[in-house]
């Protein structure tokens, strides 16, 4: 299992409390973000490939640039 500092304990305790279909929607919100080539459905087809026991240090990792990422995936979708 991943050890997670302090600072990003919150962070962590919020992404490991969504259900995984709720995770999954983050990491393709966070990838259109980080500019990926495809629709949201394609993302989101993505995370499910690529899931498994890591998704919440996946997420948590990008800390430095997850609400730019978020903010933009939000602005590309739609929401």
């Given at each position: 299992?991943?050890?997670?500092?302090?600072?990003?304990?919150?962070?962590?305790?919020a992404?490991?409390?969504l259900t995984h279909e709720e995770r999954m929607?983050?990491?393709a919100v966070m990838w259109i973000g980080r500019d990926f080539d495809g629709s949201f459905e394609d993302a989101?087809?993505?995370a499910h490939e690529r899931s498994d026991e890591g998704d919440v240090?996946?997420?948590?990792?990008?800390t430095l640039g997850l609400s730019a990422y978020l903010r933009t995936g939000r602005?590309?979708?739609?929401?």
């Open positions: 299992m991943k050890e997670f500092s302090d600072n990003q304990k919150p962070l962590v305790d992404v490991s409390k929607e983050l990491m989101l087809a993505y240090g996946y997420i948590t990792d990008k602005e590309k979708v739609g929401a």
